[in-house]
């Protein structure tokens, strides 16, 4: 199964845009790219996913490198509410999402 | 996006009590549902695979026989933790994904249920 890494924390000013970057170098040619998002003690929600080709929708968009060994979950403009964990998960044997540490975004005012 | 809904949303039971908690995919069928655990702080972690009309596969790790899960149909799976103690307190998240497009489809998760065993 395909392993990421995450920043463990990163900062964005509020209306400014959050990059947020993931590596997946081990991932397999038939594995999908997930973000979710953890508010403090809520469930996870979902974000967006890809395959090889960049996604946007009204949340986020998602940016696959061409070797798709990285990606990048970008929040255009981001507000106060999308201070959370986000999670990048690559789709694993079995269709089991497992989860690693996530990088803690804060928006700061 | 679609509903899952879990419930209770937060239990206090006694040590040695058997807790259940329910989770529902409110406007689709879910052939399968998974259970997460999360401790303070860390991420959430696997638990079992439940698949309705089997028996659950359970993660390395986790016991069977003391968190108990029923998926007896397309709609509701439950997790029971039997003989609860104290360790066993932890936040509790259900997910589900649509009948027969278990690949490229998104998970969605329930609420959440804060379990504290005193």
């Known amino acids: 199964d395909a392993k990421t890494t995450q920043p463990t924390s990163m900062d964005c000013a509020e209306g400014r845009a959050a990059n947020l970057p993931c590596n997946h170098s081990t991932i397999s040619g038939n594995e999908y790219v997930y973000w979710y998002r953890q508010i403090h003690s809520q469930g996870p929600q979902y974000i967006i996913h890809g395959l090889k080709n960049n996604e946007t929708n009204e949340m986020a968009s998602l940016i696959i490198t061409e070797d798709r060994k990285s990606s990048t979950l970008i929040l255009p403009h981001a507000t106060l509410r999308d201070t959370a964990v986000y999670y990048c998960i690559v789709e694993t044997s079995g269709s089991r999402l497992t989860f690693g540490e996530g990088t803690q975004l804060t928006v700061n005012p | 996006g679609a509903v899952v809904s879990q419930h209770p949303s937060r239990v206090i039971c006694k040590s040695g009590t058997s807790v259940k908690i329910e989770c529902r995919s409110l406007d689709f069928q879910a052939t399968t549902m998974f259970w997460y655990r999360q401790f303070p702080k860390q991420s959430l972690m696997l638990m079992a695979t439940?698949?309705?009309?089997?028996?659950?596969?359970?993660e390395q790790g986790v016991e069977k026989d003391k968190f108990l899960i029923n998926h007896a149909s397309l709609t509701l799976s439950t997790l029971t933790v039997t003989s609860a103690h104290p360790e066993d307190s932890s936040f509790y998240i259900c997910?589900?994904?649509?009948?027969?497009?278990?690949?490229?489809?998104?998970?969605?998760f329930g609420q959440g249920t804060r379990l504290t065993v005193v």
């Open positions: 439940s698949n309705e009309g089997s028996k659950a596969t359970y």
């Open positions: 997910s589900a994904r649509r009948r027969y497009r278990v690949m490229n489809t998104e998970a969605f």
